[in-house]
């Protein structure tokens, strides 16, 4: 009977271990600070943390796909220097669009990189991310950027605007989760990235079109940090030209802490957000209860070697391995 109770409970840990960890930290930070379950608070944290969820996203689907991206950060300057420059050069209706495309093509390189030459993911999109940092300083001069006419624009909407008192990075960020969840869970797609993850040369020879597939979960990923650089550029109206750096980190912290695997073929888009959340109310609660700013790099980092323990001790079963 204690084994079975033991083995249910590994089961529930496993399973949810994520959404139970979630309420341990919203807890222990209520108690620390009363101030942290406040409903100004809350919805602060998480539209602070829209940013960094719409790209955690998109980078679901490719680490679920058996791939890493590191790009996502230089990729999200890129976008917010490309739109905020545009924006008084082209106007804010063309601006937009045209920075989509310019995000998209970067993608689209990534991913014929990873998927069709069949690349190291890890060396492409590390190559990459200082790639598109020079693209960015090139395209910029070096310089930041603002918009001209702050106060005339509706460009703000996206990064500063409300909808029934609901911010609209909070939608954006929600809707877009939602849409990407019914993709990857509903969808022959996304059970196709799953197969891909799981065991890519199953499911090639199960007629699945590996590369193909590939390719499609970095032209996912380059539009959600499209959709991240627009809610940053419109959140501000003006930006340094690395403002994405380091993001990556943080992004991948996400999406690990959401339960997918390094290895690929598991995690879900829900739990991403979860992860998101976590990463969000932990900077806020070191905050309030009044630690520096730069403890969260280091709480991040503990995060993540944590995550990935805990992702390799569920595959073999024991938390400690047994050869020395």
């Given at each position: 009977?204690?084994?079975?109770?033991?083995?249910?409970?590994?089961?529930?840990?496993?399973?949810?271990?994520?959404?139970?960890?979630?309420?341990?930290?919203?807890?222990?930070?209520?108690?620390?600070?009363?101030?942290?379950?406040?409903?100004?608070?809350?919805?602060?944290?998480?539209?602070?943390?829209?940013?960094?969820?719409?790209m955690?996203?998109?980078?679901?689907?490719?680490?679920?796909?058996?791939?890493?991206?590191?790009?996502?950060?230089?990729?999200?300057?890129?976008?917010?220097?490309?739109?905020?420059?545009?924006?008084?050069?082209?106007g804010?209706?063309?601006?937009?669009?045209?920075?989509?495309?310019?995000?998209?093509?970067?993608?689209?390189?990534?991913?014929?990189?990873?998927?069709?030459?069949?690349?190291?993911?890890?060396?492409?999109?590390?190559?990459?991310?200082?790639?598109?940092?020079?693209?960015?300083?090139?395209?910029?001069?070096?310089?930041?950027?603002?918009?001209?006419?702050?106060?005339?624009?509706?460009?703000?909407?996206?990064?500063?605007?409300?909808?029934?008192?609901?911010?609209?990075?909070?939608?954006?960020?929600?809707?877009?989760?939602i849409?990407?969840?019914?993709?990857?869970?509903?969808?022959?797609?996304?059970?196709?990235?799953y197969?891909?993850?799981?065991?890519?040369?199953?499911?090639?020879?199960?007629?699945?079109?590996?590369?193909?597939?590939?390719?499609?979960?970095?032209?996912?990923?380059?539009?959600?940090?499209?959709?991240?650089?627009?809610?940053?550029?419109s959140?501000?109206?003006?930006?340094?030209?690395?403002?994405?750096?380091?993001?990556?980190?943080?992004?991948?912290?996400?999406?690990?802490?959401?339960?997918?695997?390094?290895?690929?073929?598991?995690?879900?888009?829900?739990?991403?957000?979860?992860?998101v959340?976590?990463?969000?109310?932990?900077?806020?609660?070191?905050?309030?209860?009044?630690?520096?700013?730069y403890v969260?790099?280091?709480?991040?980092?503990?995060?993540?070697?944590?995550?990935v323990?805990?992702?390799?001790?569920?595959?073999?079963?024991?938390?400690l391995?047994?050869?020395?």
């Amino acid at each position: 009977m204690a084994e079975l109770t033991k083995q249910g409970i590994g089961r529930v840990l496993a399973k949810q271990g994520i959404l139970i960890a979630f309420v341990v930290f919203m807890i222990g930070f209520a108690l620390a600070n009363p101030r942290f379950i406040a409903v100004d608070n809350i919805s602060g944290v998480i539209r602070s943390s829209a940013i960094l969820g719409v790209m955690a996203l998109g980078v679901t689907f490719v680490v679920i796909g058996g791939n890493l991206d590191l790009s996502v950060g230089s990729m999200m300057s890129f976008s917010t220097i490309v739109v905020l420059d545009l924006h008084d050069k082209i106007g804010p209706t063309l601006a937009i669009p045209a920075m989509f495309g310019l995000t998209l093509g970067l993608g689209a390189f990534i991913g014929f990189l990873v998927g069709y030459l069949k690349l190291n993911s890890l060396i492409v999109t590390l190559g990459m991310l200082s790639a598109i940092h020079g693209l960015t300083l090139t395209w910029s001069g070096g310089q930041n950027m603002d918009i001209a006419d702050k106060s005339g624009t509706w460009f703000s909407v996206f990064g500063q605007g409300n909808i029934a008192g609901v911010p609209v990075p909070i939608l954006i960020f929600a809707g877009l989760a939602i849409v990407l969840s019914l993709i990857l869970s509903k969808t022959p797609f996304g059970r196709k990235v799953y197969a891909v993850g799981g065991n890519g040369k199953a499911a090639t020879f199960s007629g699945i079109p590996r590369a193909r597939i590939v390719f499609l979960t970095y032209l996912i990923s380059s539009f959600c940090v499209a959709c991240a650089g627009l809610l940053q550029a419109s959140r501000s109206l003006g930006s340094q030209n690395t403002v994405g750096q380091g993001l990556e980190l943080e992004v991948l912290a996400a999406v690990i802490l959401g339960g997918a695997s390094l290895l690929g073929g598991s995690g879900t888009i829900f739990k991403t957000v979860i992860g998101v959340l976590i990463l969000g109310f932990i900077q806020n609660g070191l905050l309030l209860m009044g630690l520096a700013f730069y403890v969260q790099y280091v709480v991040t980092w503990v995060i993540i070697i944590l995550a990935v323990w805990l992702d390799i001790a569920a595959k073999r079963g024991r938390l400690l391995s047994q050869i020395a």
